[in-house]
Each structure stands twice: as structure tokens, then as C-alpha cells.
């Protein structure tokens, strides 16, 4: 059952279809919801995200795609859930990464040592939220500039322009040794 | 905070995209990008992988989803959003376009955020059932909940059906079973103490979860329906709480067991206090007991169904 046939019987009220539609899309969603913020809150900022998706999915164009239009919805309950805390959830590293360098495809040298990832996740989380943002979404979660556009509510301009004040910002920060 | 800022202008910066509109979903299946990411952007792609994103096994958000839009009429049998969607009111926000930097969000929909509220239609048929059941339930003056008459006390298979006056009021929420963990269904078997069978009925599960240090079992399959196995002995597991219409009995190969049609409380017993920690609203259940092992069948819409599926545990 594609999304398309699983948006279709949602509307027809068939909850096992929207159940497989959230299934498919939870890691995603919680994925999106923990790196923009909500952290150990993602899963209720999720639950809540889906259930005012099937409210509102008579209002989705069917022509669209369905995960930007879901990802929009869960991005602006974690921004909900962050502005009424006051804070955003730092980013924080699995266990055991720092154990266990990550040996990326990339041959052409983008490993990460521990220092140099250390600092790397300081200099993201020091970000203004905007740009943090936009480096969530474009690397993180490595979504497209169009679907980013989407989620944040932003211009595709904007996305460009606020990844590129990001990554120079970035490349400040870590400069010493960038290949 | 200003990263939604609506009135944020940095698109000074760039000239507004091709994506800006509702052309969004031309190009949003497009060629990922970036599409040669330099040094800076590959390592920023690699530290995401690194970054610690707990989450739940999907196929149990997707139960609590679930649970939370059922319809709580076990009478009625259909969501309370109509196909047609007339039950949301037109929104104006909703015909603007996504990427509008003004952030036309979903509304907040007040109903979202909390359970449908419990329509209950007392069935005339609970008093044909009750007259059944006279001769096995045991019938007790207690009342746990401290609430609501209970009439009496079905125990079977681990489970334990308290018989309401009245429905009782529906579980708010969905919690896990004592430390559920997912498990590759191949491999649920070696993670319980008793024998484990899937029924041929079904296709192959699509999850599988173990709880309580191998005291039960539950496979999971897509269309929300869900299977818990469960070393019953004579120490009860789960609890239900029901009101008219009460259960009825089936037979499953011939041995006895429960149909609860209709949703209703859920609640887990812990051993060795007896300590019952609630669960949620469980769909209609299938109740029923094979050597010794205690089985739940749940989200079968049919009494017919289900006996069908119990009928075909292999």
C-alpha cells in the first residue's frame, strides 16, 4: 500500500491504513521532532503531530507528497512544545559514539575524530536557531532544500541563504583544520 | 527563539525559489542535495548518524495513534471523522500554501488533543448476556476502582473481566506494557519461557515485542491487529474493564473462551503485588486459553474472524 492508497482509505476512515502510514513515518517524525528540540519530548510531540495529521488530512492535496506536509506539522509542534519550555533539547550524542568512530561511504576523507566531531556538535548547537535549523533539516535529517522550505515554512531562498550563513559560521568555528 | 519568526526577512539573501509556491511538489522527489556536499557538509551528514534520537518501535506509536482515534462507541463501528471531512470546520489557513512564510499551520484542533468522548448506548442485549454468564461469573459486592458497581468477575486464561454496571470511562492515553521491547519475530520464541505460535491465518507479523522478562508475548500485524501470548497459569495478567454490552462467550477448538466486543479498559497486573497498571482502551478482544498459555487476540472486527484466526495458531 503506497502513501497514496493509505492516504485515501484514511479518508475514508480506515484507521488500520492510517496506522501503517504512521508506522512508516514514525522514526522520521521522531527524528525530526528530537534534532529540532523537543529531545526525551519527541515522542509525545510525535504522538500529537499524527493525530492532527489524520484531523487535518482532508485539507492535504493529494497531489502533493506526504512528508513534507507530515514533517511541517510535527517541526511546528516542536516549535510549539520549545517555545512554551523556553528551550531547545541540545543535541546530544548516542552512547557509544565516542567510542566508535563513524566510518562514512565518503572516501574523500570526511571521517569525523572525536575532537573534531566534538566540536563540530558544540558549534552547531551554538547556532542561532534559524541557521541551527537549517542545518538540521539539510543535514540531519538530509532533506531537500524544497522540502525544507516546506517544513520550516520558509522561502526556498531563505534556505539557501540561511544554510550558507550556517555553514560559514561553521567553518569558522572549526576552521583550524578543514581539508 | 526566531526561527519561525514570520516576520524574519532574510530572503533579502536570496532570490525566492521555484519551491516558494505550490510547485513544491514538483521538485521535492528530485535529486537530493546536496549533491557533491563538500568536506564541511559530508562531516555535518556524518555527525547526524551520530546524533542520539530515541524513539519508540513504530508499530507501537502507531497502536497509541491508533487508540486515540478510534471511536470509543464499541456500538458504532466507524471513526468519529466522517469520510467527507465536514467534521472539521473550513479553515481558511488551510488553502494557503505550506511554504507560506507566514506559517499557516494545522490549526490547533482543542479535540486533538484529548480522546473522543465516550458515547455509550447501554445495549438491551447485555441482559441476554448477563443470564449466560450467571452461571460462571462470581459474582462479588468488591469494587476496586472505588467508582462503578461491579457485577461480577470473569477469570480466565490470565485475564480478569471486571463486569461494570456502567462502561466505564475510557483509559486516556496508551502505556506499554512492563518493559515491551521490540524482537525480530523470527526470534520471539527464544525470548519467552512457554511455546509460541503464530496463527496461519494472518500473513507473516510485521513486529514483534517481548514484555515483563518473558511473560508475554505480542506480534503485531499491520492492520491493527495484535496477538498477545501470555504464561496465564492461575495468577491473572491482564484485567478489562467492561460495561454492557458484556462478554460472550466463544469457543476456540473447543475449549471456552471470551469475546469482548467493542472497546474497553486495559490494564496490566504486575506480579507478585497484583498491582494493576492501566494500558489503554483495547479494541474488541478475543480471549481464550491453549495448554496452559493464555491468548489475547485484539483489533478483529468479527467474533467469526477471530475464532477463525485462533483456529489457525500453528
Known amino acids: ?119 563540530l556538535l558544540a558549534a552547531v548547537r551554538g547556532l542561532p536557531d534559524r541557521e541551527r535549523g537549517a542545518v538540521v533539516c539539510r543535514y540531519f535529517l538530509q532533506l531537500t532544500e524544497a522540502e525544507t522550505a516546506q517544513v520550516l515554512g520558509w522561502p526556498v531562498g531563505t534556505v539557501k541563504s540561511t544554510t550558507h550563513r550556517a555553514l560559514s559560521r561553521l567553518r569558522e568555528e572549526v576552521a583550524d583544520d578543514l581539508p | 527563539m526566531t526561527s519561525h519568526d514570520p516576520g524574519a526577512h532574510d530572503g533579502r539573501n536570496g532570490e525566492p525559489g521555484p519551491g516558494s509556491g505550490r510547485s513544491r511538489d514538483h521538485d521535492l522527489d528530485g535529486a537530493r542535495e546536496p549533491e557533491r556536499p563538500g568536506g564541511l557538509e559530508a562531516e555535518l551528514i556524518a555527525l547526524g548518524a551520530l546524533l542520539d534520537v530515541p524513539a519508540p518501535p513504530p508499530p507501537d506509536l502507531a497502536a497509541k495513534v491508533r487508540a486515540r482515534l478510534q471511536p470509543t462507541d464499541p456500538q458504532e463501528g466507524r471513526p468519529l471523522t466522517d469520510p467527507q471531512g465536514s467534521r472539521l470546520p473550513p479553515d481558511p489557513q488551510e488553502s494557503r500554501p505550506l511554504t507560506d512564510p507566514q506559517g499557516s499551520r494545522p490549526p490547533a484542533d482543542p479535540r486533538g488533543s484529548r480522546p473522543p468522548t465516550r458515547r455509550s448506548r447501554r445495549s438491551r442485549r447485555w441482559k441476554v448476556v448477563a443470564g449466560v454468564l450467571a452461571v460462571v461469573v462470581a459474582v462479588t459486592a468488591a469494587t476496586p476502582q472505588g467508582r462503578a458497581a461491579v457485577a461480577g468477575i470473569l ?142 487476540l485484539e483489533g478483529v472486527p468479527t467474533l467469526g474472524r477471530a475464532v477463525a484466526i485462533a483456529d489457525s495458531l500453528k
Open chain 1, 1 to 119: 500500500m503506497d502513501d497514496d492508497e493509505a492516504i485515501a482509505r484514511s479518508l475514508d476512515g480506515d484507521l488500520a491504513a492510517y496506522e501503517t502510514l504512521v508506522a512508516r513515518y514514525s522514526t522520521l517524525a521522531h527524528r525530526t521532532a528530537a534534532l529540532l528540540g523537543a529531545g526525551d519530548e519527541a515522542e509525545d510531540v510525535v504522538q500529537e503531530a499524527f493525530v492532527k495529521a489524520f484531523r487535518h488530512l482532508p485539507a492535504f492535496r493529494r497531489d502533493a507528497a506526504f512528508r513534507p506536509w507530515l514533517l511541517r506539522i510535527v517541526a511546528n509542534e516542536t516549535h510549539d512544545l520549545t517555545r512554551s519550555r523556553g528551550r531547545r533539547a541540545d543535541l546530544v550524542l548516542r552512547l557509544g559514539a565516542a567510542t566508535d568512530p563513524y566510518a562514512p561511504d565518503d572516501p574523500a576523507g570526511a571521517a569525523l575524530d572525536g575532537d573534531r566531531r566534538d566540536r
Open chain 2, 155 to 296: 477469570r480466565l486464561a490470565g485475564v480478569e473481566i471486571h463486569l461494570d454496571e456502567e462502561a466505564p470511562a475510557p483509559l486516556p492515553g496508551a502505556a506499554l506494557l512492563p518493559g515491551e521491547r521490540a524482537v525480530p519475530p523470527g526470534d520471539l520464541a527464544r525470548h519467552v519461557r512457554f511455546p509460541v505460535r503464530t496463527p496461519s491465518a494472518l500473513g507473516p507479523p510485521s513486529a514483534a515485542t517481548v514484555s515483563d522478562a518473558g511473560r508475554v508475548a505480542s506480534l503485531f500485524w499491520p492492520d491493527g491487529v495484535r496477538l498477545d501470548q501470555f504464561d496465564g497459569g492461575l495468577d491473572p495478567v491482564f484485567f478489562k474493564r467492561v460495561g454492557p454490552p458484556w462478554p460472550q462467550e466463544a469457543r476456540v477448538g473447543g475449549l471456552p473462551g471470551w469475546w469482548v466486543q467493542g472497546t474497553h479498559r486495559l490494564g496490566y497486573i504486575t506480579r507478585p503485588d497484583g498491582t494493576e497498571v492501566p494500558l489503554r482502551q483495547a479494541g474488541p478482544t478475543l480471549v481464550w486459553q491453549r495448554d496452559g498459555v493464555g491468548h489475547r
